[in-house]
């Protein structure tokens, strides 16, 4: 014979404080936990999603970045000319020579300056991304001294709007237009022409090369080429995976400082939690007399007193990921390690977070109530009876 589930919720309602100091505590532990994984997520998502999986980086070997690398024009035509190259509607070749640059711009905000990307593109670059989207002005003009600024930037650095003027590599440039790439690390770029932006900072090579393929079933192919190739010192990567190892060293440390925080906040969730089941224990002393009395078992008692802890913990986790959904309105922006500029990306919620919150409550729940419940059901019946 079970606890009627009734008595178990008209236990906590009795207590309203407790019960909503208790479930308020693993709440706030179950949002920051879920704002760590939402963190991790919103820019795993945005690194990765910058790269499309018919897309080849090329880079110089064990560069790790596209900052770090340097291919020069011989090997970049050799690079630019492999038969696995698709060709465009007007039979060009869907290849595109980069060169990246690092400059510090003020921010509208706080005035204080921080790194943004320059990323030089050939005539084929923005068709490479077809993330990429001209939503204000137009593309910049090759040959010419525009720029197109991401989304992310026109927002947050001073002169980066459209009809402004930012002034770098001793050049004026005019910004055109303002790209959208949904969310994507090329947010938080500025293009320009490449051949103008090398001979603005006296860069006589490229820092990468972009390619789209026939097929991607060829990567294995063209890559076994390439870094055969004793005139070459290059490395072949899909432009997805490039992305994601771009993404892996910040994001274990948030995911480790995350976890760190909420283990932290969880252990005094637990113990605020044990001690509520213990005074209820404390107080309720006859009543659990009364139900052992009454036929009812000592697992009935445990599990009674368990599934009152799981309902606090319940109602800490729906609280929790409530108000930790409500960040997804935010964009927050950081410095990347690998190519030391800012980006911006904002909190993803998806299934997977949900699930592991509401299980980290539970589980909180559990902790904190499984010795409460268990001294209940030692509780002898006499002894009960008497502390009325």
Sequence with gaps: MSVPLSYIWRNLAARK????????????????????????????????????????????????TEVQSVIDREQAAIVENQPEVAYSANGLRLASKETIVLISLAKRSSEKASNVLIRGVGQKGIELRPQVEIT??????PGSTEIIAGKSVAERYQGAGVGETLRFGQREWTVVGIMDAGKTGFDSEIWGDVDQLMQAFRRPVYSSVILK???????????????????LTLEVKQESVFYAEQSQLLANFIRYL????????????????????????????????TLRALGFRRKNILT????????????????GLILAS???????????????????????????????????????????????????????????LRAA
């Design 17 to 64: 404080l407790t019960t909503l100091l208790t479930a308020g505590g693993m709440a706030l532990v179950v949002f920051v936990f879920a704002t760590v994984l939402m963190l991790e997520e919103g820019l795993r998502k945005t690194l990765v999603e910058t790269g499309s999986p018919d897309n080849v980086v090329i880079t110089r070997r064990s560069a790790g």
């Design 136 to 141: 204000e002005g137009r593309m910049f003009r």
């Design 213 to 231: 393929l026939n097929d991607p079933a060829m990567l294995s192919q063209l890559k076994t080429r390439i870094e055969n190739d004793p005139r």
């Design 258 to 289: 995350g976890m760190i925080l909420s283990i932290i906040f969880s252990v005094g969730a637990i113990i605020g939690a044990m001690i509520t089941m213990y005074a209820s224990v404390a107080n309720r002393a006859t009543e659990i007399g």
């Design 304 to 319: 009674a007193f368990l599934v009152e802890a799981l309902m606090l913990g319940a109602a800490g986790g729906v609280v």
């Design 326 to 384: 409500f960040m997804q309105f935010f964009t927050i922006s950081t410095m990347n390690w690998q190519s030391f500029s800012e980006l911006a990306f904002s909190f993803t919620l998806n299934g997977a977070i949900i699930i592991k919150s509401f299980t980290f409550a539970l589980i909180m729940g559990i902790a904190g109530g499984f010795l409460p419940a268990a001294r209940a059901a030692r509780l002898n019946i006499v002894d009960s």
